[in-house]
């Protein structure tokens, strides 16, 4: 982890790159619908987790990819792999928790503030970034050991973040509308987001020699 971290602030070019994508496409969104007019609450919803979503991918994915196969047999003498993949997986929840959390607020201070229970709207955004960070942290390990990871990296990366995203939505929606709904969607997400981290400390050990 402090070595990614010391790495992410050596080169800030894809932490700003990361930052610009974040708020270009919330202005883009405000040119587009808030200036003809007040932009429905269900549609600010789906926008806001398309912008989260490829932010995440953008981000998480190349954890594993900028790795030089030289560095990467470097790592293999000096630590085990269940700590290489948990750290990785730490970093970027880290990484994306701050990213989630800034999107979200220029996201709400430029196309406005439609929800009900701003607490659990904020926890619905956090646990979207773990649970998007822990998910496509193993697929970009995956992805890294085959040739054109950098677009088998996608690929592989939005078949399993579905079913994240469909409790995100739903869960998102409720405290959308202040709903003092059932919390099991949030129970899911966190659930999810468990077992991901479960499956990557079993199986990553195998990917690792491969």
Do not use: H
């Not at 619908?33 to 926008?47: D, S």
């Not at 269940?82 to 607020?105: C, D, P, T």
């Amino acid at each position: 982890m402090q070595k990614d971290f010391r790495l992410e602030w050596r080169q800030r070019a894809a932490l700003n790159g990361m930052l610009l994508y974040v708020g270009s496409t919330v202005y883009v969104c405000y040119l587009s619908f808030v200036r003809g007019g007040q932009l429905p609450a269900p549609a600010w919803n789906a926008l806001l987790w398309v912008i989260l979503l490829f932010a995440a991918i953008n981000a998480v994915g190349k954890s594993f990819l900028q790795e030089s196969r030289g560095r990467l047999l470097y790592y293999y003498t000096l630590v085990r792999p269940e700590a290489m993949i948990l750290a990785k997986i730490a970093y970027n929840v880290l990484l994306l928790l701050g990213l989630s959390l800034l999107a979200f607020g220029a996201y709400a201070v430029v196309l406005g503030n439609p929800v009900q229970d701003v607490p659990r709207f904020v926890l619905v955004v956090a646990l979207g970034a773990v649970g998007f960070a822990t998910a496509l942290t193993l697929i970009s390990g995956i992805a890294a050991k085959a040739a054109n990871s950098n677009t088998l990296m996608p690929i592989l990366g939005f078949p399993v973040v579905i079913p994240i995203l469909l409790q995100l939505i739903k869960a998102a929606k409720n405290a959308l509308d202040g709903l003092d709904a059932s919390p099991q969607p949030l129970y899911m997400l966190g659930g999810l987001s468990l077992l991901v981290v479960a499956v990557s400390y079993l199986l990553y050990p195998f990917l690792w020699r491969t």
